[in-house]
């Protein structure tokens, strides 16, 4: 069994096919403690994902959650979407019927938290943080004790006025203590809030982002992603933020910390190559398997000069319960 892919460069690995072949399914499972699972994940075809499309469930995920976990494997739920926190994603689990703790998710909102408080941590008063966000954000640095603005407050969702222009050069509508901007997936942008960010980064700002992923799955479809809410401050800016979400290694660091795995040990489970899959290749897991019902489709991988590629690869996750598949599906 070839483990992992090869990032950078054409691949001499072929990833193994799972689906279908318990034997195989069950020697892959078997080599693993630990599971990193990916969230989100959509197919335009039959709105099936990773975990999720949405809110919309999908069939086996749960019994393959329980199947891993009465084999005695540590689950750690890793996500870009930034716009929940461990404990909204927390009540998305229990109300898709999917067993999970709060503890078990580690999203890029807290990633993002942890690095500005524990690694970067800005000497107060200038480390105040300017949110281009949702709630998940602010949740998270709440968590750690961080200061913010913006975010999803009420009086800046409205349109640019002519008075504002002066108001943000004069630094009237500005925080002196904002060090920091950071932005995640908002569903709310709008052409004031970048104009704020903009001029943080004019003041010196240091420029983070929760994650940078192009689009958004959902609803079986693709939407503008967190790197669609960022791409604004990088045109007007000309500066590119750090971002702490997935395939950031910063990201692996602190999930390492908090959950002490034993990386050659441990698989990342995903729908998207240059962050799920290049993820856990880039942090040296033992394996890395690619979910073929995300944005990733398996002809990007299976090309001769393919950047990345994952050690094993199944049409759907609830594959990996093997013949109890069958029996999964009907019972949902
Ligand atoms: O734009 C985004 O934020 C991402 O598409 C989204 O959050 C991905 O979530 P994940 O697949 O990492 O759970
Ligand atoms: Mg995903």
């Not at 691949?11 to 020697?27: C, M, V, W």
């Not at 000069?305 to 013949?323: F, H, I, N, R, W």
């Amino acid at each position: 069994m070839v483990l992992g892919g090869i990032f950078g460069g054409s691949s001499t690995t072929t990833p193994q096919y799972l689906t279908g072949d318990k034997t195989a399914i069950d020697a892959f499972i078997d080599q693993f403690d630990t599971f990193l699972f990916d969230c989100d994940g959509a197919d335009r075809r039959r709105r099936i994902g990773v975990l999720w499309s949405g809110d919309h469930k999908f069939p086996g995920t749960a019994e393959t959650i329980d199947m891993l976990r009465s084999r005695g494997k540590q689950l750690v739920f890793v996500t870009n979407n930034s716009t929940k926190s461990r404990a909204d994603y927390k009540k998305k689990f229990d109300g898709m019927g999917i067993s999970a703790e709060e503890e078990e998710v580690f999203g890029s909102s807290y990633s993002a938290a942890i690095y500005i408080a524990r690694i970067l941590a800005l000497p107060p008063p200038k480390n105040k943080v300017y949110v281009l966000g949702e709630s998940g954000v602010e949740q998270e640095l709440q968590s750690e004790n961080i200061s913010y603005c913006g975010g999803t407050d009420p009086l800046l969702r409205r349109e640019m006025m002519p008075i504002d222009f002066e108001s943000v050069a004069s630094g009237e509508l500005l925080d002196d203590d904002v060090g920091i901007v950071l932005t995640g997936l908002d569903f709310h942008p709008s052409y004031l809030k970048i104009a704020l960010g903009m001029a943080y980064l004019r003041r010196g700002a240091k420029f983070l982002a929760t994650n940078t992923d192009s689009t958004l799955p959902s609803a079986g479809s693709l939407f503008p992603g967190a790197g669609a809410i960022s791409a604004p401050l990088v045109a007007a800016s000309g500066q590119t933020p750090l971002a702490l979400g997935k395939p950031s290694q910063a990201m692996m660091d602190a999930i390492e910390g908090k959950f002490k795995f034993d990386r050659k040990r441990a698989c990342m489970v995903g729908d998207r190559l240059n962050t799920d899959i290049q993820f856990g290749i880039e942090g040296d897991l033992g394996g890395t398997l690619c979910v073929l019902t995300g944005v990733s489709k398996k002809e990007e991988f299976l090309v001769k000069d393919a950047k990345v590629v994952p050690s094993a690869y199944v049409d759907t996750l609830s594959d990996l319960l093997g013949e109890s598949k069958a029996k999964a599906e009907a019972s949902t």
